[in-house]
């Protein structure tokens, strides 16, 4: 890699302004100093100013349309899990938030610890998209409880609700869109079960920016620039 490639991405410099820190003295190769041109090795050592460069570590992001059955964990006791679906090499992702064994949807794998901190983090707010199917239709008064706030143990559900299509009025009401941006584990399911209903579909679309679109149950694809 030439020397103001590695500075460019290591610093966030431009490549026109790397080059005249190396003209100007201030960058060093191996404790000599550098040339525009010079190439960089893994094992050399630049500095600019004084101080050492290294360039961040490549990450890897993908996104997988989880099927109803899996289980997000690599011990599956049992069970099937995530990486059964992934290739040897993504194994070493990790889960951005989870999706228990009966949902299924949108799932982020990542090694960017950066980004799995601010799809996740309460301070962030990310907004996730959920279809879900109840048990029974869902009445106008249990709709505003549910907009408003249900107490769930320690803290209060709030979801926002839009009603899914369907030719059929009776289905219409069991077919809900959540939105929300809490993230407590199984909070949907919580959320409904403290109504008297049961959640029997959840598939989530969108988590943040990322949308799931037409992949496949089952498959998964790469993402740059997450």
């Not at 961040?56 to 011990?75: D, H, Q, W």
């Not at 926002?160 to 009776?170: E, F, G, N, R, V």
Request: glycine residues 6%; proline residues 5%; aromatic residues 6%.
């Amino acid at each position: 890699m030439r020397i103001n490639k590695f500075i460019a991405q290591a610093t966030g410099l431009s490549r026109r302004a790397a080059d005249q820190a190396i003209i100007e003295g201030k960058v060093a190769l191996n404790q000599q100093p550098a040339r525009p041109g010079d190439a960089v090795q893994t094992s050399d050592v630049v500095t600019l100013d004084g101080r050492p460069l290294q360039l961040a570590p490549k990450t890897t992001t993908i996104l997988l349309n989880k099927p109803i059955g899996y289980v997000c964990s690599r011990a599956g006791q049992g069970s099937r899990t995530i990486y059964d679906l992934l290739p040897p090499e993504l194994h070493p992702l990790k889960p951005v938030g989870r999706l228990d064994k009966d949902s299924s949807g949108l799932l982020l794998l990542t090694n960017d610890g950066q980004l799995a901190n601010e799809l996740t983090h309460p301070s962030y707010a990310k907004q996730k998209v959920y279809e879900i199917t109840l048990d029974k239709p869902l009445t106008a008064s249990d709709k505003v409880k549910v907009e408003r706030g249900v107490q769930i143990d320690d803290y209060t559900s709030r979801l926002q609700l839009s009603a899914l299509k369907s030719a059929q009025p009776i289905i219409e009401k069991r077919s809900w869109r959540v939105t929300m941006t809490q993230g407590r584990n199984r909070q949907i399911r919580h959320t409904f079960a403290a109504l008297d209903y049961e959640v029997k579909t959840l598939h989530r679309t969108n988590f943040g920016t990322f949308a799931l679109n037409q992949l496949a149950s089952g498959s998964w694809q790469a993402l740059t620039n997450a």
